[in-house]
Structure formats: structure tokens, C-alpha cells
């Protein structure tokens, strides 16, 4: 069980298709379960922001936000790396894509995207979906 939790922190490894939508879904049900844990546990308050922001208490936040996106970031990259390309050039593209959406963009582009993508400008919204419409759906490296 252990080897299994360490491999959504890991950035070495393969991750087939299947096997990384699933890590998300995992990633993404436990990040909600701690969320709602840490709210009732040490009394914090959800931002009510859109952005990446969970709670309004900065240390909690930074945190949460880190531990969050270490996750996504270590599983596309083991996704990237069965893929067949190179991990740190695309990696470094998907975290500037998400440095831009979350930070840049919403300054210069006031439209967003309906629910539940409010949070999104329209060119953020299609880059970041494209990106991962195409980890989702490029098949994997033949190993060799």
C-alpha cells in the first residue's frame, strides 16, 4: 500500500493511460478528503476565490497547493515518460501553462469560461484541456 501512495510523489516510473486517469481520480478524492479534514480538524476557511487558492489562511494554502500539484506534476510526468517523450521540456511547458492561467492570464483576458470552468480564461481553458485531452489519449511508447 505504501509503494503504491509513494508512486503519486515519485516522478520516475511509467503510467499507461488507464493507470493515470485513475491516479488522478485517486489524487483528486484524497486532496478533497484532506481538504475536508483539515476545515474540520484546525477550523480552516475555503477560499471562496476562484484561482488556485483552498484556504484563505496562507500557510495552510501553500501547503495544500503544493502537495497538490507535486502530485499532478509527478504523475504527468511518469504519463509523459510512457509516452515516449522527454519529461523535463514538457513538464516545464505544463507548469508554465498553469503559471500563466493562473497569473497572467486573468489580468489580460477578462472572459471566462462557464461553470465549473469560471476560473478560466477561454485561451487558458483550451491550452490546459488540450494538454490534457493529450495525455489522456496519446498511446504509450512501445518499450524497447
Not at 52 to 80: G, H, K, M
Not at 90 to 105: D, G, H, K, Q
Amino acid at each position: 500500500m505504501m509503494a503504491f501512495l509513494a508512486s503519486f510523489w515519485r516522478f520516475d516510473g511509467r503510467l499507461a493511460r488507464l493507470g493515470y486517469v485513475l491516479r488522478c481520480v485517486v489524487v483528486i478524492a484524497f486532496s478533497l478528503a484532506l481538504l475536508i479534514l483539515a476545515m474540520e480538524i484546525f477550523g480552516l476557511t475555503p477560499a471562496e476565490t476562484s484561482g488556485p487558492l483552498f484556504f484563505v489562511e496562507p500557510i495552510p494554502n501553500l501547503v495544500f497547493t503544493l502537495l497538490f500539484y507535486w502530485a499532478v506534476i509527478a504523475l504527468s510526468a511518469q504519463r509523459v515518460r510512457d509516452m515516449g517523450f522527454p519529461v523535463l521540456p514538457i513538464i516545464t511547458a505544463l507548469i508554465t501553462l498553469e503559471l500563466l492561467e493562473n497569473f497572467v492570464l486573468p489580468r489580460l483576458i477578462e472572459s471566462r469560461l462557464p461553470e465549473p470552468l469560471e476560473m478560466m480564461t477561454p485561451v487558458g481553458g483550451i491550452l490546459s484541456i488540450a494538454a490534457y485531452l493529450w495525455l489522456l489519449v496519446w498511446p504509450s511508447a512501445r518499450a524497447g
